[in-house]
């Protein structure tokens, strides 16, 4: 149980918050029953609500007892439904929010549901909507039309419904009121919004139905979902974690659901994580296929085919979740969470080289074909004209993994060409790509000669961050799992690693990081054990495994970074970090068996 404060006015701490989605959009709720983030309609749209990034003009919605209260909360099993029992002196009152989805699908509009139920005693519980700037862009302004109440902000419309008792000030930018609530009652407060389109309002008693709706909908989900491996909760709340970052209408994957939540109490390090990574919905894809879930392996693939086939320069580093987006970076008048900024919308790395790209693209097909599917005829062509390319440009440098500014010959890209040219052959050897698998495989053998001879350290006796140089990069770890290298070097590099880097069961991405004011990645931590798993030390990474998975927050979510003492640091929930999770489970079941 957790004691909750009235919220500071810089707002909740990272780890504080749960997320919600409806496959269109996510929203953040801290555990005062605060909603601190939500972009409408979609997960990359402009924050409606952002309290978390501006805590003054940001906007809100508060669902909290007015006295003091300690709060319990979780997600409903199987779901991404999340239950809230507050707790005061005088009773406790339980608060279950959904992003409703509908018969088939998603809602053609954003409906945020808040059933109140008393549980004991009587709670006088503050609420309001409060909608803010959008990053200092629009003004927000309220209306009431035959007794209901709306609130405008640009082109989105927001119904507010379910409570009758509100403060009636109709020049205020919100609505809001104090409502009490004893045990055995039960009430709903509904938000619903659309974006350049007429506003539904529905009734009280279809929305109830519509949360009990949700709740089924992610528990049938759940029932499609096949693992019965060490770690099931963890895993299966991070599969459930990934489906909230999937963008339903195209099929694209966020790396996360917000912008420009620090990685350092310095700043600078703000990025935007809305949009698709190849890289992550490379490993994505191939974790939700041994999951056996076929709609979303087919829909996120078939997105990234388009996207890639679609780019003339491509494959890049990432993509827009509707369109391919020139990401421009564009930076906001606005404080940042807890007054780091800057806030900025958008991602520099779109348009850099990061030669990895061609491993996670190539991997993602060979995963694909290898689940029993069949390439079409572009793609096959696809693979063979990727490979041949990846043959020609793998001695580049490139801004590699952590999207450095600086071009070098970065280690892990190199073995990403690697992994590309093996992946290229393995799909030529299923009949399912085209062109010349012998040259392939001799380039192949010339990568991994120059690697040994030029990214190896016997100084330090691992392989470093670049060619020629003495220093670390966690991102090699990967390439245990492609089958780059599972013996004595990665083993002496692990162990280098975890001096150099480690901070207890913590990495730190590459040599520099903490200088700079980063604190250690939680993926990289995952790696660690994927790769310790690899090399045979099938008990360390066990342990460290177990050590991991204890470190989520009380809902079992992962931001980008985390300190030692838990506080969370970076986006959030990061696909990065839950996938890395998924994959050393699945990686040290594997070669458990």
């Known amino acids: 149980m957790t004691t909750s404060e009235t919220p500071s006015a810089e707002g909740a701490a990272i780890e504080d918050h749960a997320a919600l989605g409806d496959g269109r959009t996510v929203a953040l709720i801290d555990r005062s029953g605060t909603v601190d983030w939500l972009p409408i309609p979609s997960l990359d749209s402009p924050p409606v609500f952002a309290t978390l990034l501006d805590s003054q003009r940001g906007g809100r919605m508060v669902l909290r007892p007015v006295a003091d209260f300690t709060t319990r909360r979780r997600y409903l099993p199987g779901t991404n439904v999340l239950e809230t029992t507050f707790t005061t002196a005088n009773g406790a009152v339980r608060v279950t929010d959904a992003l409703v989805t509908g018969v088939a699908g998603r809602l053609p509009w954003l409906e945020l549901a808040r059933r109140i139920e008393g549980v004991s005693g009587t709670v006088v519980m503050d609420w309001s909507v409060e909608p803010g700037t959008v990053l200092g862009t629009s003004s927000p302004w309220a209306q009431h039309i035959d007794g209901s109440r709306i609130l405008r ?8 419904t379910g409570l009758a008792d509100a403060e009636e000030d109709a020049d205020a930018p919100r609505f809001g009121g104090r409502i009490r609530v004893a045990e055995g009652s039960r009430r709903t407060l509904t938000v619903v919004a659309t974006d350049d389109e007429p506003l539904h309002l529905p009734q009280p008693d ?46 694209a994957i966020a790396a996360a659901a ?49 996207a890639v086939k679609g780019d003339p320069g491509g494959p890049r580093v990432l993509y827009g979740l509707r369109d391919a987006s020139s990401a421009e970076p564009q930076t906001h008048d606005v404080p940042g969470w807890h007054g780091i900024g800057p806030v900025v919308t958008g991602n520099r790395a779109a348009g850099q080289l990061q030669l990895g790209v061609y491993g996670d693209l190539l991997s993602v097909a060979l995963a694909y074909a290898s689940a029993g599917n069949v390439l079409d005829v572009p793609t096959r062509r696809l693979v063979s004209d990727v490979a041949d390319h990846v043959c020609d440009v793998w001695r580049q440098p490139d801004s590699g993994m952590w999207e450095l500014t600086e071009l070098r010959h970065h280690t892990s890209s190199k073995m990403g060409c690697w992994q590309a040219l093996q992946a290229a052959q393995q799909l030529a050897a299923l009949g399912q790509a085209d062109g010349n698998p012998a040259r392939w495989r001799r380039e192949a053998d010339f990568i991994h000669d120059w690697v040994d ?120 929930p990061q696909a990065l970090s839950h996938l890395g999770l998924i994959d050393a489970a699945l990686t040290i079941a594997d070669l458990r068996r």
Request: glycine share 10%.
């Open 453 to 572: 001879e030029h990214c190896w350290s016997e100084r330090l006796g691992a392989y470093t961050t670049v060619a020629g140089e003495d220093e670390l990069d966690v991102s090699v770890l990967l390439h245990a799992p492609s089958g780059f290298d599972r013996g004595e070097r990665m083993r002496s590099t692990i162990d280098a690693l975890r001096r150099e880097l480690g901070s207890g069961p913590l990495l730190y991405r590459f040599t520099g990081a903490e200088a700079e004011g980063e604190r250690p990645f939680v993926a990289c931590s995952f790696w660690l054990a994927s790769a310790l798993a690899c090399i045979g030390d099938i008990p360390a990474a066990t342990e460290l495994m177990d050590d991991l998975v204890a470190r989520a927050n009380d809902v079992g979510l992962y931001a980008e970074m985390m300190g030692g003492d838990g506080t969370f640091w970076g986006n959030f």
């Open 206 to 251: 279809n929305v109830d139905i519509g949360i009990d709706r949700t709740v089924g909908n992610w528990e049938l989900w759940s029932r499609t979902f096949s693992y019965d491996g060490p770690w099931a909760d963890a895993v299966q709340r991070s599969a459930l974690a990934l489906k909230l970052l999937l963008y339903a209408p195209t099929g």
């Open 153 to 160: 902000i640009g082109t989105v419309n927001i119904g507010v």
């Open 258 to 306: 917000t912008t420009s939540l620090p990685e350092t109490p310095r700043g600078g390090k703000n990025w935007d994580y809305r949009f698709a990574w190849v890289r992550d919905t490379a490993y994505t894809l191939r974790s939700l296929a041994r999951f056996g879930l076929r709609e979303e392996t087919h829909a996120a693939i078939s997105w990234l085919l388009r």
